[in-house]
Nanobody
Framework: QGQLAESGGGSVQAGGSLRLSCTAS????????MAWFRRAPGKGREGVAA???????TYADSVRGRFIISRDNAKNTLYLQMNTLKFEDTAVYYC?????????????????????WGQGTQVTVSS
């Protein structure tokens, strides 16, 4: 059974940067699709970025060009480098993973496609 644990959240001023990490334990495979989601106050959970087992990446329009998703399979760790942060990036950020041998493609943003979720880490951006 896989488990995910996020870290790296915190408070930062607009224009600043943060790097989130998500460490996977238990049975996790490099062939999983992994992603970052976020839930802003009063809103639903939305997809931020995803990375397939082959390393291909996808981003939400709102973060493309500012955020970078990456993974280190040897360390079972997923990262989200967040640059040029904006007030509207304030949210709880969650990492998610699928079962092995899963490729989501255009369906990467659908929460129901993921089998494992972390508890979330708070990111607060002050304007």
């Amino acid at each position: 059974q896989g488990q995910l644990a996020e870290s790296g959240g915190g408070s930062v001023q607009a224009g600043g940067s943060l790097r989130l990490s998500c460490t996977a334990s238990g049975y996790m495979s490099s062939s999983t699709c992994m992603a970052w989601f976020r839930r802003a106050p009063g809103k639903g959970r939305e997809g931020v970025a995803a990375i397939e087992g082959d390393g291909s990446t996808t981003y939400a329009d709102s973060v493309r060009g500012r955020f970078i998703i990456s993974r280190d399979n040897a360390k079972n760790t997923l990262y989200l480098q967040m640059n040029t942060l904006k007030f509207e990036d304030t949210a709880v950020y969650y990492c998610a993973a699928t079962l092995p041998q899963t490729r989501l493609g255009d369906w990467w943003y659908v929460t129901g496609r993921y089998n494992y979720w972390g508890q979330g880490t708070q990111v607060t951006v002050s304007s």
